[in-house]
């Protein structure tokens, strides 16, 4: 608990210092979307890959770290819009309309979207495309070619997942980048790349649009790898870590029992993947906690203004802004406030993730607690204020000492299914990038291109803080019954 708190402080104090600096001085943070081999992947807890590996030899250069942080590829672009990181390496094919929202370095590589189907598929070329139900990783430039030159795609959150439903008969036809395609095809024997490439491309390294020295040292970089032959070396490194893995996975025995023991080995064992839902459920815990606290104080407040205002007709004025605020919180999703929170109001501001999100929940929260509470207020019998006032309290007295213990009593339920509710709501941390429960189970499925466990696990999780939660909720519902 303590480490939590210190942590947080931390990260406010971290985040005031940093308020208009766009990032730490001595460290370069680079987004990218990880599961992409040969480019980027997780190997345990890093992510490694040929853009990480030029950017460090960018950082090295510079004298800077380079910190390496993993997003939805759609988002990688919109965070160095936005400030939030300084370079976006991704295997991002340059295009015209990327180029209008940010600069991109010299290209590194020479890349191709292809078309990856079964070896029992009928598909021929890209003329057999239409009508077939067709794969593609979300926001990237194959899914912008099929959408415009054939039909709307089936969009995935990442290349590997695009792999899986094809392998699983969800899709008939994936088209992603060649060289990932490549690598999952190492493990996945049944599947096939046609010879002809849909559509070739270049890769490039993005930075916010007028970031000129940055854009030098990676030119220079990339012009340097380049001319030693050193770019070579590292895209065949990291080719081959890859090719070997997938060499050394031993074939999946048979049987429900030994499958299912290889595959809690894969999915939990194996590289510690493990810890992805430890570290998740911790993050996951911080943030409902904060935002439940956040929640009940903006509540309470916002609930007490509104019913001032309706008992006695004072506080006009805060009486309206709260209206405001139930109206706009409750009236859009919390995915949309955490986004907005995240990319707009604290664009440019380097704070930490986790208070984004207790911000974000947290007032989403309190939108709904002040409703919960000003009901319990409501409910409280009006004989009971009078009774106050005779006794010579003000209004204000009356509130705190014989209305407000009573109408929590009241709503101690309905409080209760909104953190139950706010709990779960979190899972959608996910978007800022945020390493919560769910996010982690998705990183584990995203490595081992299995759903089933890791998405049982995080179920039963929750599941579990659910229950235990209800648990001493019911407690403390029965220690007051018993007090009255
Ligand atoms: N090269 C593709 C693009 O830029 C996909 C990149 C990726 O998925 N990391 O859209």
């Keep these: 608990m303590m480490h939590i708190v210190k942590h947080i402080l931390l990260s406010i104090y971290i985040g005031v210092l940093l308020l208009g600096h766009s990032a730490f001085a001595d460290r370069i ?52 819009v936005s400030g939030k990181a300084d370079v976006a390496a991704s295997g991002i094919t340059i295009t015209e309309e990327r180029k209008k929202q940010v600069d991109f370095s010299l290209p590194y590589v020479e890349a191709a979207q292809v078309i990856v189907i079964k070896k029992d598929s009928a598909i021929q070329s890209a003329d057999d495309l239409k009508g077939k139900r067709i794969g593609v990783q979300h926001g990237t430039t194959g899914d912008t070619y099929v959408t415009k030159n054939i039909q709307q795609p089936e969009r995935f959150p990442n290349a590997a997942l695009v792999i899986s439903a094809l392998t699983a008969g969800k899709i008939d036809v994936a088209v992603i980048d060649q060289d990932p395609a490549k690598m999952f095809l190492a493990k996945e024997k049944e599947l096939q790349i046609l010879p ?59 049987g429900f029992w030994a499958e299912l023991k290889d595959d809690f080995n894969t999915n939990f064992i194996r590289e510690s993947r493990w810890k992805y839902l430890v570290e998740g459920f911790l993050i996951t815990i911080e943030i409902s906690f904060f935002s439940v606290l956040v929640g009940i104080f903006m509540g309470f407040i916002v609930a007490v203004i509104r019913s001032t205002y309706d008992k006695t007709g004072k506080l006009r004025f805060l009486n309206a802004l709260c209206k405001i605020y139930l109206t706009v919180i409750r009236g859009t999703p919390v995915v949309v406030q955490l986004l907005i929170i995240y990319f ?22 309190g939108a709904y607690v002040a409703e919960i509470i000003r009901s319990g207020i409501m409910s409280i019998d009006k004989g009971q204020f009078e009774a106050g006032r005779s006794l010579g309290l003000n209004h204000t007295q009356t509130m705190l000492y014989i209305i407000l213990p009573q109408a929590f009593k009241n709503v101690l339920p309905a409080l209760g299914n909104e953190f139950i509710v706010l709990l779960k709501e979190t899972s959608v941390s996910g978007y800022i990038a945020l390493a919560d429960l769910t996010k982690g189970g998705d990183i584990i499925r995203s490595q081992t291109y299995t759903a089933f466990l890791p998405l049982m696990a995080v179920a039963i999780i929750y599941l579990a803080i659910v229950m235990l939660f209800s648990h001493l909720l019911n407690k403390l519902e029965q220690r007051l019954k018993n007090n009255e």
Aim: proline content about 5%; overall charge negative; hydrophobic content about 40%.
């Design 344 to 365: 707009v109001i604290f664009g440019s501001v380097d704070i930490s993730k986790i208070i984004v999100a207790i911000v974000a929940f947290g007032f989403n929260s």
């Design 196 to 254: 002809k490439p849909l559509v070739m491309e270049q890769y490039a390294i993005a930075v916010k649009k007028g970031n000129q020295e940055l854009l030098n040292r990676i030119n220079s970089t990339i012009l340097d790898l380049q001319s030693t032959g050193k770019l070579k070396e590292i895209c065949a490194k990291h080719t081959n870590v890859i090719l070997n893995q997938a060499k050394t996975t031993p074939n999946a025995p048979t």
């Design 29 to 80: 943070l680079m987004v990218t979307e990880a599961t992409f081999p040969p480019y980027e992947y997780h190997e345990g807890e890093e992510i490694k890959g040929i853009d990480p590996e030029i950017m460090n030899e960018v950082a090295k250069r510079m004298n800077k770290k380079l910190v390496v942080e993993d997003m939805s590829f759609d988002s990688v672009i919109t965070a160095v």
